[in-house]
């Protein structure tokens, strides 16, 4: 985790409940419940549940909700391609959805 990301944390931390984590969605901290799959943070840090982008650039998002589609790919902690529905939030992780991606 970056400076900037611990920095989020800490000033959120204080805020939140045991029995949550806070995890950071295109640079912004969010805090979930406990056990929240990164779609799911997602979907609580963006009006837009898009995680891709197709080839002629349109938006994509999650279809099946179980891994098989794979529409659902993000970048974690720098690893890209992983399937957000199927990872569980972990303290401080760094999400990078196609939107902040295509900013870049």
Known sequence: MNVVAE???EAIAPNTTL???IVLI???AVAVPVG???IAAIAHAHATVLTRTSVSGLPRGPVCGMG???ECR???DGRA???SCQTLCQPG???RTAASEAHR
Do not use: K, P
């Open 74 to 76: 993000v970048t974690i």
């Open 19 to 21: 029995n949550a984590v």
């Open 26 to 28: 295109d640079g912004r």
């Open 7 to 9: 920095a989020l944390v």
């Open 68 to 70: 098989i589609c794979q």
């Open 81 to 83: 391609h992983q399937l």
């Open 93 to 95: 992780m760094d999400v």
């Open 36 to 38: 929240s799959t990164v």
